[in-house]
């Protein structure tokens, strides 16, 4: 069968980069971009970011493209602010709103939705952030001068108080793991990059959690485990995300952790493939299902996904050493590879005397991950050894090699 219709549920960066694809490969069939939210396809990770560190500014995150190069250069029917509410694969057709709207291929590319605490609902000045319009009211509240507590320190927390820092705002972070981030980075490198909440001022508590929000009508409190209880004006829950896979119940397709897909992101219902956030595919370079919440493989994914359902017989696989990056204070923290190792070792610098550092992560003889603070010309080289497979010898012979050019070119 010959796609004549392309449908993109989700307009986020995967969303587009699958919008861009198709047209790049020569489909001149109609396509349609579905997105829950009224804003053009905007980038996300400066949210958290610079955007929050703008005071009295009233400005947006750039979009990836103005709405006339989708509508006209790219032919794109744009169907925004309005979420899809179910699929049927049998018929080929997916709701959004009160229409239903035909496929030939299909990719969805819905993202995730941030974790909610309980007691949320209702009280102003508690937010997650993962939208435009989460980011908006924020920063609204940090230009107010507000009294902050954020809940979870993984990233979207630690760059929140950041933001929150660099006004000079008092902030809390509560974290309810004795270490922050380790599930991105581990134990060890979790608890080195605590120190920098500590070096500037931010009071972090490990090991306590949120039993309740208190406030009328608006929060005035938030009570943790351990009796204690903050003032609060502004409360920022940064407790992690869910797959946005709720539209997608009795769709046949396979939900857990997020659409399951083989390596060429292929759903299991003929021409419809999945992409970004909401994808859990197999990556064959670490031989395991993946869910990435990452800018890059969103990018490359949207991409692949769309060629692949376009061209089901010549789809390709998938596979990726995952990449992030956190902007934090003043420093740039970046990974690649995945955090579940036998062993990590810092191999250059030290957090606390040098405010930068490289650190490897070994499982079995195999490099697998590697963590740079304030290395930035550093992590793509270790990311090129993990594709190739480098051993743990090789990563650590590589170091040293690096480490040796950097003292030569200082003498």
Same mark, same amino acid.
């Given at each position: 069968?010959?796609?004549? /219709?392309?449908?993109?549920?989700?307009?986020?960066?995967?969303?587009?980069?699958?919008?861009?694809? +198709?047209?790049?490969?020569?489909?001149?069939?109609?396509?349609?971009?579905?997105?829950?939210?009224?804003?053009?396809?905007?980038?996300?990770?400066?949210?958290?970011?610079?955007?929050?560190?703008? $005071?009295?500014?009233?400005?947006?995150?750039?979009?990836?493209? &103005?709405?006339?190069?989708?509508? #006209?250069?790219?032919?794109?029917?744009?169907?925004?602010? &309005?979420?899809?509410?179910?699929?049927?694969?049998?018929?080929? *057709?997916?709701?959004?709103?009160?229409?239903?709207?035909? %496929?030939? *291929?299909? @990719?969805?590319?819905?993202?995730? #939705?941030?974790?909610?605490?309980?007691?949320?609902?209702?009280?102003?000045?508690?937010?997650?952030?993962?939208?435009?319009?989460?980011?908006?009211? $924020?920063?609204? +509240?940090?230009?107010?001068?507000?009294?902050?507590?954020?809940?979870?320190?993984?990233?979207?927390?630690?760059?929140?108080?950041?933001?929150?820092?660099? /006004?000079?705002?008092?902030? @809390?972070? !509560?974290?309810?793991?004795?270490?922050?981030?380790?599930?991105?980075?581990?134990? #060890?490198?979790?608890?080195?990059?605590?120190?920098?909440?500590?070096?500037?001022?931010?009071?972090?508590?490990?090991?306590?959690?949120? $039993?309740?929000?208190?406030?009328?009508?608006?929060?005035?409190?938030?009570?943790?485990?351990?009796?204690? +209880?903050?003032?609060?004006?502004?409360?920022?829950?940064?407790?992690?995300?869910?797959?946005?896979?709720?539209?997608?119940?009795?769709?046949?397709? &396979?939900?857990?952790?997020? !659409? !399951?897909?083989?390596?060429?992101?292929?759903?299991?219902?003929?021409? !419809?493939?999945?992409?970004?956030?909401?994808?859990?595919?197999?990556?064959?370079?670490?031989? /395991?299902?993946?869910?990435?919440?990452?800018?890059?493989? *969103? +990018?490359?994914?949207?991409?692949?996904?769309?060629?692949?359902?376009?061209?089901? *017989?010549?789809?390709?696989? %998938?596979?990726?050493?995952? %990449?992030?990056?956190?902007?934090?204070?003043? &420093?740039?923290?970046?990974?690649?590879?995945?955090?579940?190792?036998?062993?990590?070792?810092?191999?250059?610098?030290?957090?606390? =005397?040098?405010?930068?550092?490289?650190?490897?992560?070994?499982?079995?003889?195999?490099?697998?991950?590697?963590?740079?603070?304030?290395?930035?010309?550093?992590?793509?080289? %270790? =990311?090129?050894?993990? #594709?190739?497979?480098?051993?743990?010898?090789?990563?650590?012979?590589?170091?040293?090699? =690096?480490?040796?050019? =950097?003292?030569?070119?200082?003498?």
């Amino acid at each position: 069968m010959s796609a004549r /219709r392309l449908v993109v549920v989700g307009a986020s960066l995967a969303g587009l980069r699958a919008v861009e694809a +198709a047209r790049k490969d020569g489909f001149d069939g109609r396509i349609t971009l579905v997105g829950a939210e009224p804003h053009l396809p905007y980038d996300r990770p400066p949210l958290s970011k610079q955007f929050l560190e703008e $005071i009295g500014a009233d400005g947006t995150p750039p979009t990836f493209r &103005t709405e006339e190069v989708l509508r #006209t250069d790219l032919g794109v029917e744009l169907l925004l602010g &309005t979420p899809a509410t179910f699929l049927d694969t049998r018929n080929r *057709a997916v709701g959004v709103g009160e229409r239903t709207i035909g %496929y030939d *291929a299909l @990719v969805i590319a819905t993202g995730a #939705t941030a974790r909610q605490l309980p007691g949320m609902q209702g009280l102003d000045g508690v937010h997650t952030l993962r939208t435009l319009d989460d980011a908006v009211a $924020i920063r609204r +509240a940090l230009d107010k001068g507000a009294r902050t507590v954020v809940v979870g320190a993984g990233f979207i927390g630690a760059e929140t108080a950041a933001a929150a820092r660099k /006004r000079g705002l008092d902030v @809390v972070v !509560v974290e309810a793991q004795p270490t922050p981030l380790v599930r991105a980075v581990g134990e #060890t490198m979790g608890g080195a990059l605590a120190s920098l909440h500590l070096r500037h001022g931010t009071d972090l508590r490990c090991g306590v959690s949120v $039993i309740a929000l208190e406030g009328e009508g608006r929060v005035e409190r938030v009570r943790l485990s351990d009796g204690t +209880a903050l003032d609060a004006d502004l409360v920022v829950v940064g407790a992690g995300a869910v797959p946005a896979t709720d539209w997608l119940a009795g769709s046949g397709l &396979t939900l857990d952790n997020g !659409v !399951v897909c083989d390596e060429t992101l292929f759903t299991g219902a003929e021409d !419809v493939y999945a992409a970004g956030d909401v994808a859990r595919w197999h990556n064959p370079l670490f031989d /395991r299902p993946m869910r990435l919440e990452h800018w890059t493989s *969103a +990018a490359e994914q949207g991409d692949l996904a769309a060629r692949n359902a376009l061209n089901p *017989a010549a789809a390709r696989g %998938y596979s990726t050493v995952p %990449y992030f990056w956190s902007d934090q204070y003043d &420093t740039r923290i970046q990974f690649v590879g995945i955090p579940d190792a036998d062993e990590i070792a810092v191999v250059d610098g030290d957090i606390e =005397r040098d405010h930068q550092c490289v650190a490897l992560y070994r499982a079995d003889n195999r490099l697998v991950g590697a963590l740079a603070v304030n290395r930035p010309t550093e992590i793509m080289k %270790y =990311r090129g050894l993990i #594709t190739r497979g480098a051993s743990w010898a090789d990563g650590l012979t590589f170091a040293q090699t =690096r480490r040796k050019a =950097r003292d030569t070119a200082d003498a």
